[in-house]
Every structure is written in structure tokens, then in C-alpha cells.
């Protein structure tokens, strides 16, 4: 055991690095809002740097400059109402300019209204259930076989051999691009949360209430997410795929799972 | 009647007789706010390195994709007993030591005002996490559901789960009497000249988070109370099926949780304000101003729970609400930073440890308020949320944060406590290590948070790997760095004997009684020379 342990930090620590793609930064996604999304992050980002740029530079002229082994000599004044006011002030015009934006993308976020299409999305220890509430559709949707073999505490798959590990599902929820999906969510046992960071959606699914979020994918994609509210010991392993179609690829898509014929396509045309 | 600090340095002399008792039963037994602050301090020292070492579990699991170690479940209990322990067992307690030690020297009392419940908010402790540990052996094994204890999934906890709530009834009731004594004793005991608004900052942080804890851990109690009678006795509160709600849970933790998180910060930004004054030979700036700061942040604390929620499905206004409120704390906390600076600028500073570990604080706390601030957007909240940024911000404003003002404030106050000046070439040399260590641990996971990488799993996909392998040797580099600090505790009684004043010139009552500190300080009320005691009106 305590051998196994030792072996196993010794492997940790000297696996090297680097081998998968990786991010530094949030996605800009793919539709509208998760570009707004996006933009009001980096927005609010550069504005913590440029404050950071004058606090700390403050800061560190100061650190620098009024040492006592460089013969600095302590000054006396204890405040200076004139500064306070300022650094209480300045603070609450950079928050107002950040708020305005903010609040506008919120409303546009809680706009469900008119949705081309609706889903119920139901989290299951530890799965999702998506019911296509016009197109008669319905499965659940679990991890992929080959993430749930490598998974396992001393398995023998490495990780890194497998597509999308942890990321992948058997039957992903398919939705036709341009249209606006409705995600109805809702939970069967504990909470979980459906996000997937290239839609820019996180919402809860909770027992007994319905909760609502929308979106519309500008492109043609898979996009993965999962789980996000810890619902238990396999939180880790519920992930979220969503595949955005062309209409004519979900109408077939659709047919094939014995579904009815979907209200998306049928307008678009 | 009223005699000057010098009078009291001669007749603490003739006092001696007055010494503690001898063996066990001074630690069990005492009355004496110095015990026990000492204990407070020992006891969180211990659950320090015991949730740390749940840490490392979790990093050791994390270092690379795939399950190595531990399976599923028993990482989640690692996650939730790390942060119980973390919160309510370190943070917390270490701070109620720093007050039981430092609030009576600092206002001139001679001791808490109510000493024997002081003795049992203590004792409580070690049994409440004595229980909660012990709950790693259940049939079920340990709590994990987080240490945010959200139904459902709470109530599918094992046998632990009774002990889980009994244990935190536990902390609440000693918290709570730690604060009504906090309070009574600052509201009575003050030395006649010091007004209120005279009080070294660390005084006044503390009165502030005193009445934070009693208006709150109450609430908390009545939370888990719900989820027990939940379980046990039929009732619905939480459950959608006997037409409860589980986001009502969230709602009540978060109205406690949110004040919890600047019961936290608050006594580290009184530290704070005590020890880098002391380092730039200048008096704090704003003395007045950083008290109205501290008391509007602990009112906002009040109000913006729900930004813990913005994913449950609250209405569009209360939404809004939550995040405006929220995005007004950065100008109270912002007026804190600056007047730090403004403390620094122009004084002649040097940089021993506590100035060292205060100076980091004011650096990764503020970098902790940025993301504190982004978080608060909410719809980019909506992304962060339940990620590695969350996980992030949090560790950046608790461990630089906290744990940073606490080791300052354990540098700073040692040699009052000991009468012997720690190793200062060591004291830096773990000052150093914690603060390289620290970022390294903690900067990759914004990273990993804005790519997608929720928090509390035990297994990622492979885009995650790098960066975590990262945050994991920073772990161990960090932990192990904390072992310096044991070190130099151990030896501190070998360091030269510390004078009356410790430093160069500090400020404050209690650098006017010897080193150590005699067990009776103050024993009558003090004649304080205003420019030792009062120095922001006296420069």
C-alpha cells in the first residue's frame, strides 16, 4: 500500500508534461450570448489588470523607493480625506460602466421567449434523460464505453489513449443550427447542472422544479460540457455533448430515432 | 488608581506568584484568555495540517488523468471534510486564539470578560472535530456532499450523517460564545481612555466579525437542524417530494455563508493593518476610514447571498439585485488596499517575516478580489460558476488570504508571546517558499476554470492534465513549506530574548508590557501614553 503510494507520487512527479491540447482562457463559443459572455469577461479582466497596473505599481515604487535602508525617512501624515473621497469615488464610476453592459446581457440570457424547439434535459445519478418534447424523441445519455473502461481506479487503459475522455456519451443531444433551443431542466434524485462552456450555458437541474435556459448554436459542431453541481461519486463522469446539425441532417437525424417529423425544419422551409 | 504602563512593568515583578497552575490541569482547567489563546492557536495549527493533508490526497488524485489513488466517493469526502476542517477548524479558531490573546493586551484588560465560558468555547472544539473526524470511519464513510451540505445529495450520506450535524452544532455553539465573550469584552473592558473609535484596528475587525458570527452561526444551526429533521423525523423542508424546496437550503447556508467568508478576511485585514504600519514606521492611513470600510463590508455581507446561486433559476430582478450589491463590496474592500498602500507610501519600511507575509496578503488578496469581482458579473458568473476559477478566487482570498495574515500575525506576535526573537533567516526562508509555492498551486486553476473544468471531480480529460500536474506540485511544495513553520515554533525558545517594544517603535498597549507577557496583564486600569496607544491621532 504505502509502497503503491510512494511509486505513484514517484510516477506523478515525473510523468512530464504537455501531451493534450489546452486552454488558457474561456471560449468565445458559439452563439451570440456566449460571445457577449465572453466580451463582458474580457472586459472586466482587462479592467482588473489596468487597476492592478496602478495599485501594484504604487505599490511596488513604494516598496522600492521607501526602504529604510535607502535612508528613507518615515513621513507623518495619518490620512488625507481629499485621496479617500477619490479612491472611493473612482471605484463607483469603473462599477457603473461595468454593470450597464452586464445587466444587458443578463436580460438577453433570461429571454427564453419563442423557442424553435424545446428539450427537457432530466439529471439521473449519474446520467441525463433528453425528451424532444415536439419531435416525440426521447433516450438518455450516458458516458461513452471507452471513458467508462479507462476510468476505473487501477484500470490498465491510459487516459490519454482515449478521444475525449470523460467527454464523450453514447447518444448526444443533437439540435439543428440557426434554431433557438429551449432547455427545460430538471433533476430525477440530488442537483446537477448542465453546462456546456461553448454555449455558454449553466443551469441548474433541480427535484421538483423546472428550470429554464435557451440557446441558439450559430455553427455546426460538437461542443462538450458536463456536469457541474456535485450530485454524488460519479459527478465526474456525466458528461454533456451536444452535436449542432444542419436542419436537414437533424430531420434525418430525427427519423431515424422514430421520431416525429421536427417543427424546426418544417418552418425553416 | 490609574498608573502608567512603566508602573506596571515594575509591579508585574512582585506578581509572579500569580503564575499559571501546574500540569494537565492548567490546560483543562484555565481561565486565562493567554492559555487559552494558546490553545485556540495549537488546536488549529493541528486541523491546519490535518485538512492539508486532505489536500494533498486531493492533489496527489488530481496530478494526472485517470483514478490512482482513491475511489470516487472517497474523494468527494476528502473535498468536504478538507473544507469543514479548513473553514471551521484552522481559519476560524486561529483567529479566535489571535483574539484571546491579543484583544485584552490591546484595550488594556486584564483578561476576557467571561473566562470560564472562554474555557468551555474551547474545549468544545477538539470534541466537535474529534466527532466530525471520526466519522472518516463510518459505514458510509465521511460526509460528501460538500461542505456546502446541499440537499439532496447530503441525505444520502451514510451513518455520518447525524454527527456531521451534531458536529457543526458543535462549532456554531463555540463560535458563538467565543463572540458574545469578543464583544462584552471590547464593549466593557476597554482601558477608560480608549474610545471606541481609538481602537487598534485588529480590536475593531474583531467587534465587527464578533457580531457577524452571532448574527449568522445561528442561522447555519438552523439549517442543518432542518436537514436532520429531513431525515429523521418526517419533515419536508428540502424535499420536492413532500412540497419542500432544496434551493431554500441554499438560500439559509449562503445567508450564513457569505458572512462566513469575512468572518474569515476581516480579523486578517485588523492584522493586516496592525503590522505593516509597525514596518513602515508610519502611522495606518484612514485609521477612521478602514473601520467604516470593515463595518460596510460586513453590512453587504448581509445582501448578496444569491450570488453563490445564479444558476439555480432565481428571477431576472433578483438576479440584478445580487449582482449589483455584490459588485459594491470592491469599494469598501477597495479603499482597504489602498489605504495599505497610502500606509506604506513614504514610510521607512523594512521587511522582516510578518511585514513580508503582509506585503504577499495585500498582493494575492487584491488578485483574489479581481476574480472576486469578475465573479460577481453574473452572466460571466454563469460560466465560472462550479469551476476551478471558483476554486481559485477562493483559495486566493483564504490561503494568501487568511492563512498569510495569520502566519503574519504569528511572526509578528511570537516574540510577545515567547520573549524570544523566531529565526528571521528561517521565518523568510518559509515566507518565501509559501508565497512561490502558493501562486503555483492556485494561478493554473483560473486556467483550468475558464477552460471547463468543474470543481470536485476526481478525474479530468486529458486537456486538463498539464495544469493540474502544476497546481499538484504546487501543493506539496506548499505543505511541506508549512513544515518550516513548525520548525521555527520549535525552536523559537533558542532565538535572543525579545525586548518590551519587539520591533522598532510599534504602536499599542500591548508593547508596553514585557516579553513574554506576564500571565496577568492590566491588572488595573492603564494610563496609556495617547502617542503609543492612539497613534492615528497623534502622528
Known amino acids: 500500500m504505502i509502497r503503491n503510494l510512494a511509486l505513484g507520487l514517484i510516477g506523478i512527479f515525473s510523468a512530464g508534461a504537455a501531451r493534450a491540447d489546452w486552454a488558457l482562457n474561456m471560449p468565445r463559443g458559439v452563439t451570440e450570448l456566449s460571445q457577449e459572455t465572453y466580451d463582458l469577461h474580457m472586459m472586466v479582466f482587462w479592467v482588473c489588470v489596468a487597476i492592478g497596473v496602478v495599485v501594484f505599481g504604487v505599490m511596488i515604487y513604494s516598496l522600492v523607493k521607501h526602504r529604510k535602508s535607502s535612508g528613507a525617512e518615515p513621513a507623518k501624515f495619518s490620512h488625507s480625506t481629499m485621496a479617500e473621497?477619490?479612491?472611493?469615488?473612482?471605484?463607483?464610476?469603473?462599477?457603473?460602466?461595468?454593470a450597464i453592459p452586464a445587466a444587458e446581457t443578463m436580460v438577453r440570457l433570461e429571454d427564453s421567449r419563442d423557442p424553435d424547439m424545446t428539450v427537457v434535459a432530466t439529471g439521473y445519478q449519474w446520467k441525463w434523460h433528453y425528451q424532444y418534447q415536439d419531435e416525440g424523441v426521447d433516450f438518455y445519455s450516458s458516458l461513452a464505453r471507452p471513458s467508462l473502461e479507462a476510468r476505473r481506479l487501477g484500470g490498465n487503459t491510459d487516459p490519454f489513449s482515449v478521444d475525449n475522455y470523460l467527454l464523450d456519451v453514447d447518444n448526444p443531444l443533437v439540435v439543428p443550427v440557426g434554431a433557438k433551443v429551449r432547455l427545460l431542466l430538471t433533476s430525477n434524485d440530488v442537483l446537477h447542472a448542465w453546462w456546456v462552456p461553448e454555449l455558454a450555458i449553466k443551469k441548474d437541474a433541480i427535484p421538483g422544479i423546472v428550470n429554464e435556459t435557451w440557446f441558439r448554436a450559430e455553427q455546426t459542431g460538437t461542443f462538450r460540457g458536463q456536469c457541474a453541481e456535485l450530485c454524488?461519486?460519479?459527478h465526474g463522469y456525466m458528461p454533456i455533448v451536444v452535436q449542432v446539425v444542419e436542419p436537414d441532417a437533424f430531420q434525418a437525424w430525427v427519423e431515424t430515432r422514430g421520431g416525429d417529423a421536427p417543427k424546426f425544419a418544417s418552418n425553416d422551409e | 488608581m490609574v498608573s502608567t504602563p512603566a508602573d506596571l512593568h515594575d509591579k508585574h515583578d512582585e506578581h509572579e506568584h500569580h503564575g499559571p497552575a501546574k500540569g494537565i490541569g492548567r490546560w483543562l482547567f484555565t481561565t486565562n484568555h493567554k492559555d487559552i489563546g494558546t490553545m485556540y492557536l495549537i488546536f488549529s495549527l493541528v486541523m491546519f495540517f490535518i485538512g492539508g493533508a486532505m489536500a494533498l490526497v486531493i492533489r496527489s488524485e488530481l496530478a494526472q488523468p485517470g483514478l490512482q489513488f482513491v475511489h470516487p466517493e472517497f474523494f468527494n469526502s476528502m473535498t468536504t471534510m478538507h473544507a469543514l476542517i479548513m473553514v471551521f477548524g484552522a481559519v476560524m479558531p486561529a483567529f479566535v486564539g489571535l483574539a484571546n490573546w491579543m484583544i485584552p493586551m490591546q484595550i488594556g484588560a486584564p483578561d476576557m470578560a467571561l473566562p470560564r465560558m472562554n474555557n468551555w468555547s474551547f474545549w468544545i472544539l477538539p470534541v466537535a472535530f474529534g466527532i466530525l473526524l471520526s466519522t472518516l470511519f463510518m459505514p458510509g464513510g465521511a460526509p460528501a456532499s460538500g461542505w456546502t451540505m446541499y440537499p439532496p445529495?447530503?441525505?444520502?450520506?451514510?451513518?455520518?450523517?447525524?454527527?456531521l450535524i451534531f458536529s457543526v452544532h458543535l462549532m456554531g455553539i463555540s463560535s458563538i460564545m467565543g463572540a458574545i465573550n469578543i464583544i462584552v469584552t471590547?464593549?466593557?473592558?476597554?482601558?477608560?481612555?480608549?474610545t471606541l473609535i481609538r481602537m487598534p484596528m485588529f480590536v475593531w475587525t474583531w467587534l465587527i466579525t464578533a457580531y457577524l458570527l452571532i448574527a449568522v452561526m445561528p442561522v447555519l444551526a438552523g439549517a442543518v437542524t432542518m436537514l436532520l429533521t429531513d431525515q429523521f423525523f418526517g419533515t419536508s423542508f428540502f424535499l420536492a417530494a413532500g412540497g419542500g424546496d432544496p434551493v431554500m437550503f441554499q438560500h439559509i447556508f449562503w445567508f450564513f455563508g457569505h458572512p462566513e467568508v469575512y468572518i474569515m478576511i476581516l480579523p486578517a485585514f485588523g492584522v493586516v493593518s496592525e503590522i505593516i504600519p509597525t514596518f513602515s514606521r508610519k502611522p495606518l492611513f484612514g485609521h477612521d476610514s478602514m473601520v467604516y470600510a470593515a463595518a460596510s463590508i460586513a453590512f453587504l455581507s448581509f445582501i448578496v447571498w444569491a450570488h453563490h446561486m445564479f444558476t439555480v433559476g432565481m428571477p431576472l430582478s433578483g438576479q440584478m439585485f445580487f449582482m449589483?450589491?455584490?459588485?459594491?463590496?470592491?469599494?469598501?474592500?477597495?479603499?482597504?488596499?489602498?489605504?495599505?498602500v497610502g500606509t506604506m507610501w513614504r514610510g521607512a519600511m523594512t521587511f522582516e517575516t510578518p511585514m513580508l507575509f503582509s506585503l504577499a496578503f495585500v498582493f494575492l488578496f487584491t488578485i483574489g478580489g479581481f476574480s472576486g469581482l469578475m465573479l460577481a458579473i453574473a452572466p460571466a458568473d454563469i460560466q465560472y460558476h462550479d469551476s476551478y476559477f471558483v476554486v481559485a478566487h477562493f483559495h486566493y482570498v483564504l490561503v494568501p488570504g487568511s492563512i498569510f495574515a495569520l502566519m503574519?500575525?504569528?511572526?509578528?506576535?511570537?516574540?510577545?508571546?515567547t520573549g524570544h526573537m523566531y529565526n528571521e533567516k528561517i521565518g523568510k526562508l518559509h515566507f518565501w517558499t509559501s508565497t512561490i509555492f502558493v501562486n503555483l498551486t492556485f494561478f493554473p486553476m483560473h486556467f483550468l476554470g475558464l477552460a471547463g473544468m468543474p470543481r470536485r471531480i476526481p478525474d479530468y480529460s486529458t486537456q486538463f492534465a498539464d495544469f493540474n500536474y502544476i497546481a499538484s506540485i504546487g501543493a506539496f511544495g506548499f505543505g511541506l513549506s508549512q513544515l518550516i513553520f513548525v520548525y521555527v515554533l520549535l525552536t523559537v525558545k533558542k532565538g535572543e530574548k525579545a525586548t518590551d517594544a519587539v520591533w522598532d517603535n510599534p504602536k499599542g498597549l500591548e508593547w508596553t508590557v514585557p516579553s513574554p507577557a506576564p500571565y496577568h496583564t492590566f491588572d488595573e486600569p492603564v494610563h496609556v501614553d495617547r502617542t503609543v496607544a492612539f497613534p492615528q491621532n497623534n502622528p
Open chain 1, 85 to 98: 473621497v477619490v479612491w472611493t469615488a473612482i471605484p463607483v464610476v469603473i462599477l457603473l460602466a461595468m
Open chain 1, 232 to 234: 454524488g461519486k460519479d
Open chain 2, 153 to 163: 445529495l447530503v441525505l444520502q450520506t451514510g451513518d455520518a450523517f447525524p454527527f
Open chain 2, 186 to 194: 471590547i464593549i466593557n473592558m476597554r482601558t477608560p481612555e480608549m
Open chain 2, 324 to 340: 449589483f450589491a455584490t459588485m459594491l463590496i470592491a469599494v469598501p474592500t477597495g479603499v482597504k488596499v489602498f489605504n495599505w
Open chain 2, 408 to 417: 503574519a500575525a504569528a511572526y509578528y506576535w511570537l516574540p510577545k508571546w
